[in-house]
């Protein structure tokens, strides 16, 4: 699969490395956004507690802005 | 996680709520009871009203409170609000022995407070006429009788929390909604038995600040909320465990 944001500005040689959480994009190297969301276990009638690894995301720089409101 | 100091803070807001708003619609029913003629010995002021629609306004009142208190610091502290809730995830080893005396103090100065607030917001008739809606078996009703009532609507009370939260298959988001109604159900089935406490804390607020402040001294009833609560809620958790292990 080409990286649908390269392949939109006419580059149709770069390889997509990851696939968008959300949307489902091919997006290559220069174009994936990788965020490490928390994780959190337990709730009511527990403490919830944050466990000690994040889970990796990937997103194209669309779904990101979205993801995180613009941050 | 929050830290053991954070989640006593939590404990004691979130029982703080409870007492005020739950044990304080006992006490304004009774002020506005104030002066009936009680219809029969059976009747102190809760019920003269609207009959067990008083206790049912009262039940809600708990209700709303207890789901508003979960869904809002559920995952803070696990929102317990009652030390035989806490004690009875202490027995199961769900929750650690350590922090469980920490979790039943907060929960109880917590209960203190929101008796303090509630006649500080209404005034001495709170207290005098209300007794900041402490708990007390009704006319009639023996000590034996009153400690096994609250047993049994604590059992039930814990038997729900294990089913809709505890138990890791229960359906998520449901379980403040259905453990508030649990506790408002209750409340209006025993409540003109035994005053309806299900939860030691409940009952020490009032009593402790009905004392300081000239109110009614009901301490010699304290081991019926102390017992009834416990043994319920612990027995609903092992039963739990028993039944719903296969
Ligand atoms: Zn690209
Ligand atoms: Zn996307």
């Known amino acids: 699969m080409m990286c649908y944001i390269c392949a939109k500005e006419g580059q149709f040689d770069s390889d997509a490395v990851a696939v968008c959480t959300i949307c489902g994009m091919g997006t290559c190297m220069n174009h994936t956004i990788r965020k490490d969301i928390d994780v959190w276990e337990g709730g009511y009638p527990f ?23 613009g941050k | 996680m929050a830290s053991l100091s954070t989640r006593c803070i939590a404990e004691g807001v979130g029982t703080l709520l409870l007492v005020y708003f739950g044990a304080g619609a006992a006490a304004v029913t009774l002020m506005l009871a104030a002066g009936s003629n009680p219809a029969t010995p059976f009747n102190i002021g809760i019920g003269q009203l609207g009959g067990l629609g008083d206790w049912f306004a009262i039940g809600m009142v708990f209700a709303i409170t207890i789901a508003a208190v979960i869904y809002s610091l559920g995952r803070v502290s696990g929102a317990h609000l009652n030390p035989a809730v806490t004690i009875a995830l202490a027995v199961t080893k769900r929750f650690p022995a350590n922090e469980t005396v920490g979790y039943v103090i907060a929960q109880c100065i917590g209960a203190a407070c929101g008796s303090l607030l509630f006649a500080l917001t209404v005034g001495m008739n709170a207290v005098t006429v209300g007794g900041l809606g402490a708990t007390a078996p009704f006319p009639g009703i023996g000590y034996g009788q009153a400690i096994l009532a609250e047993a049994i609507a604590t059992f039930v009370l814990m038997l729900v929390i294990m089913g809709v939260a505890v138990d890791k298959r229960a359906p998520p988001g449901f379980a403040g909604l259905i453990i508030g109604l649990t506790v408002g159900g209750m409340i209006t089935a025993t409540g003109n038995i035994t005053g309806a406490s299900l939860n030691t804390a409940r009952t020490f607020g009032p009593y402790l600040i009905d004392s300081v402040l000239g109110g009614p001294n009901l301490w010699i009833y304290f081991p019926i909320y102390i017992i009834g ?18």
């Open chain 2, 229 to 246: 609560p416990i043994v319920g809620a612990v027995l609903a958790a092992l039963f739990y465990d028993r039944i719903a292990a296969e």
């Open chain 1, 47 to 69: 403490p919830a507690k944050k466990l000690p690894k994040k889970m990796p995301r990937m997103f194209c720089p669309d779904c990101s802005a979205a993801f995180g409101k």
